[in-house]
T-cell receptor, first 115, second 112 residues
Framework: GAGVSQSPSNKVTEKGKDVELRCDPI?????LYWYRQSLGQGLEFLIY????????KSGLPSDRFSAERTGGSVSTLTIQRTQQEDSAVYLC?????????????FGSGTRLTVV | TQLLEQSPQFLSIQEGENLTVYCNSS?????LQWYRQEPGEGPVLLVT?????EVKKLKRLTFQFGDARKDSSLHITAAQPGDTGLYLC????????????FGAGTQVVVTP
């Protein structure tokens, strides 16, 4: 597609349930990123996939969070046993190898609310 | 603690006024980017600066990268309501290629 697509756009879940967030990057972009945005906190890095390299998982806040990228394209971010502090907007972005000059292209995000 | 500190956190001005947003760090960045984000959308890239002392202009927006590549500023001349949004700076460190560190953002509101 022309842009980065994320689904669902909104998700309300009960505390303790698992959720899956999906990201469909721009075709041909080798890099895919997940960030979390909480009110007044800016964007917090979660995980970064680059081509066939091992992902950089250094930003995942706990072992309840995991992500995979199948076939170098679509990515799924999974949060197990959700907690109220997981409520945030989860943003996905993709880029090609010129990210340091051309920047990231972000999706519109998934707003997760844990009740 | 944010690696990149943005100030002010919030700015409300009248149409036609000028404004400056600052992005400061104690770390050196190989490149620094500015994004604008509107409600319900992801951030959109405005500019990338890579050279210390670099100044880039985008219509009424002027971006500057500090000589030491630790800080940056965004200046808007004659602000318009369409400039309203959350402005985010993001830096890439040489040892973390491809991974951007974001500031907390500056919310700018321009009223007619």
């Amino acid at each position: 597609g022309a842009g980065v697509s994320q689904s669902p756009s909104n998700k309300v879940t009960e505390k303790g349930k698992d959720v899956e967030l999906r990201c469909d990057p721009i075709s041909g972009h080798t890099a895919l990123y997940w960030y979390r945005q909480s009110l007044g906190q800016g964007l917090e890095f979660l995980i970064y996939f680059q081509g066939n390299s091992a992902p950089d998982k250094s930003g995942l806040p706990s072992d309840r969070f995991s992500a995979e990228r199948t076939g170098g394209s679509v990515s799924t971010l999974t949060i197990q046993r959700t907690q109220q502090e997981d409520s945030a907007v989860y943003l996905c972005a993709s880029s090609d190898w010129t990210a340091n000059l051309e920047g990231y292209t972000f999706g519109s995000g998934t707003r997760l609310t844990v009740v | 603690t944010q690696l990149l500190e943005q100030s002010p956190q919030f700015l409300s001005i009248q149409e036609g006024e000028n404004l400056t947003v600052y992005c400061n760090s104690s770390s050196v960045f190989s490149s620094l980017q500015w994004y604008r984000q509107e409600p319900g959308e992801g951030p959109v890239l405005l500019v990338t600066v890579v050279t210390g002392g670099e100044v880039k202009k985008l219509k009424r927006l002027t971006f500057q990268f500090g000589d030491a590549r630790k800080d940056s500023s965004l200046h808007i001349t004659a602000a318009q309501p369409g400039d309203t949004g959350l402005y985010l700076c993001a830096g890439e460190k040489a040892d973390s290629w491809g991974k951007l560190q974001f500031g907390a953002g500056t919310q700018v509101v321009v009223t007619p």
